[in-house]
């Protein structure tokens, strides 16, 4: 009798396991619902620049729901320039919860996110790619989500003058009439600037000078040249002249951080000196100083 109770009792026990698995396994979790997404620069080293992604999501189910796995990626002008993760946590029931995604862009490829900048016309495509992983326990839910900004710049136009500029200095009389501004050869290690000034020499014999040049962004040096030989301008004329400087790209990681320091903002300052040889003399003209403010709007 014990015997056939004790099977009975075991036989039951199976039956209710058994319906518990059945139950359990037709429970299906809803998707999450996001909600909200913003961006913002976190913290910025002289290594990296962390961009900071906030995702509002819904969880519409009674229990929480893990979030298994995220992965982000950040390209400019389809560089890789870094990525980033986000600790395993958790959704909270029936609520909206906010999950932080950190993106650092490595600084040391600035260089050459710079040189494709230039190569592209001072354009450049920024995209954050990520992708969230949430366990609905049957399943995993899978949710990408790209972010995409376009950059333009117009660095020339504020390396050009357009009203002429009188230049008398000892017994020497010309006019700097005009100059403007291209790009020449572009690497990653650096981007030559070409200034194409023209000046009019109104004196009855010709000129001879050489330039002497800097440019500064946020205060630092990126670039400094000059001519090593001495250019001459034509009596009575008019000419049109080269001067160019090459800016160093390997310092640009530094200009980086402090225009995102900056609010995504850089004060350009460009000095440009012109010395005259006469009579044995140097004469030295400085050109009004070319100085403006650059900004962006990489995330918006």
């Known amino acids: ?14 039956l209710l396991i058994s319906l518990s698995g059945c139950t359990s396994q037709n429970v299906q979790l809803g998707k999450p619902e996001i909600r909200g997404v913003s961006y913002s620069f976190g913290n910025i080293t002289d290594d990296y620049t962390e961009i900071e992604t906030f995702i509002d999501v819904y969880n519409p189910n009674p229990v929480a ?7 982000t990626e950040i390209y400019m002008n389809r560089i890789k320039m870094g990525e980033g993760s986000a600790e395993k ?16 862009i490595e600084n040391e490829k600035i260089p050459e996110w710079w040189a494709s900048h230039l190569k592209n016309g001072e354009r450049t495509e920024m995209l954050i790619k990520a992708n969230l992983i949430f366990d609905l326990k049957l399943f995993e839910f899978s949710y990408p989500m790209e972010k995409s900004e376009i950059i333009q710049t117009n660095l020339l136009s504020k390396f050009s003058i357009w009203s002429p500029q009188k230049i008398e200095v000892g017994p020497l009389s010309l006019t700097l009439k005009s100059m403007s501004a ?43 040249g000059g001519s090593e030989e001495q250019i ?7 000419s049109e002249v080269e001067m160019r400087i090459r800016i160093n790209n390997m310092l640009l990681d530094d200009w980086w951080s402090t225009h995102i320091r900056n609010g995504e903002r850089t004060n350009l300052s460009l000095m440009l000196n012109l010395i005259f040889e006469y009579g044995g003399k140097e004469y030295r003209f400085n050109v009004k100083a070319m100085t403006s403010e650059l900004r962006t709007s990489f995330i918006g």
């Open 182 to 224: 291209s790009w020449g050869e572009i690497t990653n290690e650096s981007s030559e600037l070409i200034l194409r000034a023209r000046i009019q020499n109104e004196n009855q014999f010709d000129v001879r000078f050489r330039f002497e040049g800097n440019l500064t962004m946020n205060g630092i040096e990126v670039a400094k």
């Open 89 to 104: 946590s958790e959704i909270a029931a029936n609520s909206l919860s906010k999950i932080i995604l950190s993106t650092k």
């Open 65 to 71: 729901i893990p979030l298994k796995d995220v992965k």
């Open 232 to 238: 001459v301008l034509p009596a009575q004329r008019e």
């Open 1 to 14: 009798m014990m015997m056939r109770k004790a099977v009975l009792l075991l036989s039951l026990m199976v």
